[in-house]
């Protein structure tokens, strides 16, 4: 009978030893930085190269033509603008069933039109 009580204590050492060294691995979490209430919570786009771009036509004779316009209102107006525009072309082309999802369709009817007026187009419909 004594050895039935010893057997479980030959587990219950190794079990000891083992967890005392995982613990001893462990890294103490780095301290949570202290945020100012006060401080205004804003996100700064980076300021654009042209913002006049808004305000040039888009060319829409071609597929390649019309995403060529929209990588340049990406680099010369930022990124905030360019979201704004390429949504405004995603949900046309959504929601306006005649289109059938067709780009090249919707980019010949946006032909020589601005983003600015692009996006206006979108939030009227």
């Given at each position: 009978?004594?050895?039935?009580?010893?057997?479980?204590?030959?587990?219950?050492?190794?079990?000891?030893?083992?967890?005392?060294?995982?613990?001893?691995?462990?890294?103490?979490?780095?301290?949570?930085?202290?945020?100012?209430?006060?401080?205004?919570?804003?996100?700064?786009?980076?300021?654009?190269?042209?913002?006049?771009?808004?305000?040039?036509?888009?060319?829409?004779?071609?597929?390649?033509?019309?995403?060529?316009?929209?990588?340049?209102?990406?680099?010369?107006?930022?990124?905030?603008?360019?979201?704004?525009?390429?949504?405004?072309?995603?949900?046309?082309?959504?929601?306006?069933?005649?289109?059938?999802?067709?780009?090249?369709?919707?980019?010949?009817?946006?032909?020589?039109?601005?983003?600015?007026?692009?996006?206006?187009?979108?939030r009227a419909k």
């Open positions: 009978m004594p050895q039935n009580r010893i057997a479980p204590a030959r587990y219950i050492l190794p079990a000891l030893l083992f967890t005392a060294l995982a613990a001893c691995g462990e890294n103490e979490p780095e301290p949570q930085k202290q945020l100012d209430p006060h401080a205004r919570w804003t996100r700064e786009a980076p300021a654009a190269v042209n913002p006049g771009i808004m305000d040039e036509a888009m060319d829409g004779s071609s597929v390649e033509a019309f995403e060529a316009d929209m990588a340049k209102v990406r680099e010369q107006a930022g990124k905030l603008p360019y979201d704004q525009l390429k949504g405004a072309v995603g949900y046309m082309l959504t929601y306006d069933l005649a289109l059938n999802r067709d780009k090249a369709k919707l980019y010949r009817r946006l032909d020589g039109k601005t983003p600015n007026e692009i996006i206006a187009l979108s």
